[in-house]
Nanobody, 119 residues
Framework: QVQLVESGGGLVQAGGSLRLSCAAS????????MGWFRQPPGKEREFVAA????????NYGESVKGRFTISRDNAKMLVYLQMNSLKSEDTAVYYC????????????WGQGTQVTVSS
């Protein structure tokens, strides 16, 4: 059974930092691209960042470029999202997701972790 469990969310002041973690189980972790998405209150879910199966390729949503960094540790089956210079508009539920190499869809999702940035 595939499970993705996010942690590390919370309340932070604008300008602060948080690091989110996502622990995977039940998958061959090195065969999956991993992504972070977020859903702000009252808005659609949006792409935040993604990382290739071995970590050599990353890409980011425009609104987080230069502030967020995605990374992964395949030995520990973890993916991280380091968030710096947080803004109130970063407030959202953040989701971890997994996409099997060679497929177009993120098939597995975590339950989400709340990030609230106070201004």
């Amino acid at each position: 059974q595939v499970q993705l469990v996010e942690s590390g969310g919370g309340l932070v002041q604008a300008g602060g930092s948080l690091r989110l973690s996502c622990a995977a189980s039940g998958v061959t972790f090195g065969s999956y691209y991993m992504g972070w998405f977020r859903q702000p209150p009252g808005k659609e879910r949006e792409f935040v960042a993604a990382i290739s199966s071995r970590g050599g390729i990353t890409n980011y949503g425009e609104s987080v470029k230069g502030r967020f960094t995605i990374s992964r540790d395949n030995a520990k089956m973890l993916v991280y999202l380091q968030m710096n210079s947080l803004k109130s508009e970063d407030t959202a539920v953040y989701y971890c997701a997994a996409r099997l190499i060679g497929t177009a869809r993120y098939a597995y999702w975590g339950q989400g972790t709340q990030v609230t940035v106070s201004s």
